[in-house]
């Protein structure tokens, strides 16, 4: 399956989806209004993953901060997880968050309480400009 990589914005994230690499990541701002026609080809994505066979799938997202378009677009895609985790694969969601940002430590709470059944993992971060440098070195 064709990778889905997108260059974050100003008020968009940085996405990565590679199931050859085991890649499945989002991170940054996603704060425009237009939240549902960015978030619709990674629907469509993880839709088109349901029918591949996986054993195991992790998901990181690190977020810094979220509009409620976006945060209800996060949601379908964990509910997309799910779907696969009923598919019989694998499936955890790795949050990550800044060491600070109880808020958005607490947004990944809220998605474990509604999502139940993916087991849930939260890192505590220094900084996420911290977080790019390691990984562009």
């Known amino acids: 399956m064709k990778p889905l990589y997108i260059e974050a914005t100003a008020s968009l994230p940085l ?3 590679d ?3 085991g890649v499945f990541h989002i991170s940054g701002k996603s704060t425009d209004p237009g939240a549902g026609q960015f978030y619709a080809p990674l629907l469509r994505w993880i839709e ?3 029918h591949v ?3 195991e799938l992790s998901f990181e997202f690190s977020m810094e901060l ?3 378009a976006s945060y209800k677009r996060i949601l379908f895609l964990m509910y997309g997880l ?3 985790q009923t598919k019989g694969a694998s499936v955890d969601i790795i949050w990550n968050y800044e060491r600070h940002d109880r808020d958005m430590y607490l947004i ?3 998605y474990a309480d509604i999502i139940g059944s993916i087991p849930f ?3 505590e971060c220094r900084a996420f400009a911290q977080m790019e440098m390691k990984k562009a070195g």
């Open 15 to 17: 996405v990565h989806f």
């Open 19 to 21: 199931l050859r690499k």
């Open 48 to 50: 088109k993953v349901s």
């Open 53 to 55: 066979a996986i054993d």
């Open 66 to 68: 979220l509009n409620i």
């Open 82 to 84: 799910k779907d696969l």
């Open 108 to 110: 990944g709470r809220d």
């Open 121 to 123: 993992r939260y890192c």
